[in-house]
């Protein structure tokens, strides 16, 4: 069974940092592609960034330059930089896989950027 489990969210300042992470188990990294998505307060969820199998990432243009995403294979984990955070940023932020036929999202962790 794959399981997603995301931590690193948290409260921030303006212009602050935090990093992300995606544990995943059940699957073998090098071999799946893992998607960051977010969810603002009253809307809708959104795509952010995705790293694939063969390690090329992709990543939405409202975060460029600010976010981005790594891989540790050995540890099964998925990061999430983010920098430069700005009030717009918050949201439950998610990480998703397709896996032998199959969607599994984490529950998602809390990124607040607030004074």
């Known amino acids: 069974q794959v399981r997603l489990v995301e931590s690193g969210g948290g409260l921030v300042q303006p212009g602050g940092s935090l990093r992300l992470s995606c544990a995943a188990s059940?699957?073998?990294?090098?071999?799946?592609?893992i998607h960051w998505y977010r969810q603002a307060p009253g809307k809708e969820r959104d795509w952010v960034t995705t790293?694939?199998?063969?390690?090329?990432?992709n990543t939405t243009e409202s975060v460029k330059g600010r976010f981005s995403c790594s891989r540790d294979v050995a540890r099964s984990t998925v990061y999430l930089q983010m920098n430069s955070l700005q009030p717009e940023d918050t949201a439950v932020y998610s990480c998703?896989?397709?896996?032998?036929?199959?969607?599994?999202w984490g529950k998602g962790t809390l990124v607040t950027v607030s004074t």
């Open positions: 998703n896989t397709f896996w032998r036929g199959r969607n599994f």
């Open positions: 059940g699957l073998v990294l090098r071999l799946a592609t």
């Open positions: 790293i694939s199998r063969d390690g090329t990432i």
